[in-house]
């Protein structure tokens, strides 16, 4: 049976599989059920943990990762987008928002593509790609398959064979039990859950406004190259609501301009 029109589910001789982390807890708990589907594998199943630094992240995510990919003898996969989230922004003159998620479809969607297109001849032919998106988290997440064809699947054989299935095992989990999971890693949470719900970019424009004013009060010098290229491009982080504006109103540095 041709593996892209046969029935989709999960196999037990995939011969990479490669876990998308972000450093925070819904990736952890991704990472512990790919941990324990590895189990099953064949020992010469190669295992790759991925990160995305998008140029918004907490500076110590990048030594987190390697710490954990360290911890479970992943390979460490760092990618970076030529342009970082502040080059695209001043490009585009334009934060992204819900119909222009730019952000993802450059910086992670992207990368993380292009990543796997140019290592088919490393990842073997039956690759998974495992991320932590939970129902519970969004209306859009809440519609997406615990398992589908991921984009770099080839649809034919021209150019080889190769299968990438897109798996996401933490769905239908709350909010708690991947908390659970860490701690059975023995992987902390993330210093930004003492004052933020969601461990995303530091300024998310989908980020809680009381979660950026903590998040600006705790990196007060990161802050600033955001509060700095908003006013420069003149178009505020969210509609009706801009980062200079926040930080006037709720921070005790110094004041900035205002955007309204």
């Not at 003159?93 to 796997?116: A, E, F, H």
């Not at 809440?142 to 150019?159: C, G």
Request: proline share 5%; aromatic share 12%; glycine share 4%.
């Amino acid at each position: 049976m041709n593996e892209i029109t046969g029935p989709l589910e999960l196999r037990d001789d995939y011969t990479s599989i490669i876990v998308s982390y972000s450093t925070g807890i819904d990736s952890t708990g991704a990472l512990a059920k790919a941990l324990e589907l590895a189990k099953k594998l064949p020992r010469k199943t190669k295992k790759f943990l991925l990160y995305c630094d998008t140029g918004m992240e907490y500076k110590i995510n990048t030594g987190l990762f390697y710490q954990v990919a360290k911890a479970f003898k992943l390979v460490p996969v760092l990618l970076q987008n030529e342009k970082t989230f502040l080059d695209i922004l001043l490009e585009r003159q334009k934060w992204p928002d819900m119909k222009n998620r730019w952000c993802t479809s450059y910086l992670k969607t992207g990368v993380t593509d292009k990543w796997i297109r140019a290592n088919r001849h490393m990842l073997g032919e039956r690759v998974l790609f495992i991320t932590g998106e939970r129902r519970d988290e969004s209306p859009r997440r809440a519609k997406y398959p615990e398992l589908d064809w991921q984009s770099t699947t080839l649809k034919t054989e021209r150019k080889g064979r190769f299968i990438c299935h897109w798996y996401r095992p933490v769905l239908d989990f709350e909010k708690g039990k991947m908390f659970e999971y860490g701690k059975k890693l023995h992987i902390p949470p993330h210093p930004c859950y003492e004052y933020v719900n969601r461990c995303s970019c530091m300024f998310c424009v989908f980020m809680m406004d009381k979660h950026t004013i903590e998040n600006m009060k705790n990196h007060p010098q990161d802050a600033q190259k955001w509060l700095q290229a908003e006013l420069k491009i003149n178009h505020t982080w969210k509609n009706k609501m801009s980062l200079n504006k926040l930080w006037n109103e709720n921070c005790e540095e110094a004041p900035m301009n205002i955007i309204v």
